[in-house]
């Protein structure tokens, strides 16, 4: 059974760099893409990012200017970075896989981790 | 961006009841919509993928139709576990994105 599991800071301040890393275990990181996807507390889902397997990446253009995916596939793990963070990045943050062979379904969630940018 | 929009934004329904909720694209889709279920505190959960392709594990009460711009998804006999926030998501083009919610109450 694939499980995935965020980790990182839960606080960080104004005009810093956010920085988490998913943990993808049961499974292999190939041949997937794996997606970042935020929720606001009280609001919807929105989309980050997402990077295949072979390091392509593909950003929201709401974001993608401060927004960077990579990938370690030596310790199953993606990473996301959210650089000049405001009060308006306070979300829970979501890794997920994207399925293959289907229609591109995010099929396996994290459990989710809060960030909260604070000053 | 392709704009998804659910209605209604919330349901209040008893146990037992055929619940149906539906979801809107501001462009066609073909059969790129997936619907998803979140608890409080929880991540979201993949239900159905492709329109109306149940996800493995899935009771199936729940079943979803539609294709192009606009979809459903329907309960046939609320239970209590299904008490919870339905989303639609769009996985025809990039940035994917996702309707605003159906919250779904007890009555």
């Known amino acids: 059974q694939v499980q995935l599991q965020e980790s990182g800071p839960g606080l960080v301040k104004p005009s810093e760099t956010l920085s988490l890393t998913c943990t993808v275990s049961g499974g292999s990181i190939s041949p997937y893409y794996w997606s970042w996807i935020r929720q606001p507390p009280g609001k919807g889902l929105e989309w980050i990012g997402y990077i295949y397997y072979s390091g392509t990446t593909n950003y929201n253009p709401s974001l993608k200017s401060r927004v960077t995916i990579s990938l370690d596939t030596s310790r199953n793990q993606f990473s996301l970075r959210v650089t000049s963070v405001t009060a308006a990045d306070t979300a829970v943050y979501y890794c997920?896989?994207?399925?293959?062979?289907?229609?591109?379904?995010?099929?396996?969630w994290g459990q989710g981790t809060l960030v909260t940018v604070y000053s | 961006d392709i704009q998804m929009t659910q209605s209604p934004s919330s349901l209040s329904a008893s146990v037992g009841d055929r619940v149906t909720i539906t979801c809107r694209a501001s462009q066609r889709i073909s059969y790129y919509l997936n619907w998803y279920q979140q608890k409080p505190g929880k991540a979201p959960k993949l239900l159905i993928y492709?329109?109306?392709n149940l996800q493995s594990g899935v009771p199936s009460r729940f079943s979803g139709s539609g294709s192009e711009s606009d979809f459903t998804l329907t309960i046939s006999s609320l239970q209590p576990e299904d008490f919870a926030t339905y989303y639609c998501?769009?996985?025809?083009?990039?940035?994917?994105?996702f309707g605003q919610g159906t919250e779904l109450e007890i009555k």
């Open positions: 997920a896989r994207v399925a293959i062979g289907t229609y591109y379904e995010f099929d396996y």
């Open positions: 998501q769009q996985s025809y083009s990039t940035p994917y994105t």
């Open positions: 492709a329109a109306s």
